[in-house]
Nanobody, 124 residues
């Protein structure tokens, strides 16, 4: 299974970006998916997660109302729409996948597959 994250870049505060994560080599619709981020000097944190069907989503408090996770299974792709970006959103963003049909997955240690990361930089 391979995950390819893309869509990062440099944006001014208040701007928007959409991250994509394309999954190949597996059955995308059987995976719970998540977006993590890691800022310099900080631990990697879960930003958003979504169940295999898209029926349930999780967001960390700091991004609620600004970020939206989605996954059109027919495209084998997960997205993270990021609006109203803030400098504190600056980080490397990673996508991850876990084969489970029981719900969204929180702990990063539970995720079996990871993408390579895409840099998001928000200038003030």
């Amino acid at each position: 299974v391979q995950l390819q994250a893309s869509g990062g870049g440099l944006v001014q505060a208040g701007g928007s970006l959409r991250l994509s994560c394309v999954v190949s080599g597996g059955t995308f619709s059987s995976y719970a998916m998540g977006w993590f981020r890691q800022a310099p000097g900080k631990e990697r944190e879960l930003v958003a997660a979504i169940t295999w069907s898209g029926g349930s989503r999780y967001y960390v408090d700091s991004v609620k109302g600004r970020f939206t996770i989605s996954r059109p299974n027919a495209k084998n792709t997960m997205y993270l729409q990021m609006n109203s970006l803030k400098p504190e959103d600056t980080a490397v963003y990673y996508c991850a996948a876990e084969p489970t049909l029981t719900g969204w997955v929180g702990p990063q240690r539970r995720y079996d597959y990871w993408g390579q990361g895409t840099q998001v930089t928000v200038s003030s």
